[in-house]
């Protein structure tokens, strides 16, 4: 923000505070009025934590509308940046330093196969291999595809992924790595049910570290909506939303 803009964020304060207090007055009078609250999110948040989420915030405030837009990382960041949503949850190494931001959760990534390819038959399989063979990828600003890259590239050796195919569906590519199209990289969370059916088979990497941390994030100095202070609250109880 330049010199300008701060003076004048704060000559509006006053008044951004008059109006809060009638919206408030208002309230006491004639009830909340319903409320709207659009997230982004990537997609191991949105499938697997946001609905549970979104069930304990209507449970606080039964008004609120609410509306998911999934998108990958680097999407989620923009939308946020240029005022899309009022929360995003991406990989913590999307996230530039001019948004305001909490970790969530850590996930991890897996390799699997199909029970038929020659991989599911191994204990392990080396990082120089899993470079080797062309992948399953997600398409370039995903979290997963922006993590393999940078921790083979962080080897001593540093390695390429190749990609032999690149999907946006976390879905689309659990199904071609099943039907033998080859290796994928994936979050645990999204291939559970297939490796526990025998539907895909992890393939252990040892040496290479795939984990990350998903955070959320808003913009800096962002007045919080209810819905999206009580979202916080139920999402990083640790840290209370200010």
Known sequence: MTETGALVLEWARPTLDAVAGFDRALTSLTGPAPSHLTIAAITTVAEFFLPTWFRALQLRLPATNLSLLCHNSADTVALIRRGGA??????????PDELDHRPVLRDRLVVVVAPDHPWAARTAISADELAAAPLILRERGSATRSVLHDRLTALPTPLTAIPAMELTSATAIKNAAAGGLGPAVLSALTVRSELAD?????????GLTLERDLHVC?????RFSPPARHLLEI???EHPAT
């Open 198 to 206: 025998g539907g895909l088979v992890e393939v252990p990497v040892p």
């Open 86 to 95: 009022e929360l995003g949850f991406a990989e913590a190494g999307h996230i």
């Open 235 to 237: 999402a990083v109880p």
């Open 218 to 222: 808003w913009r800096r100095q962002h």
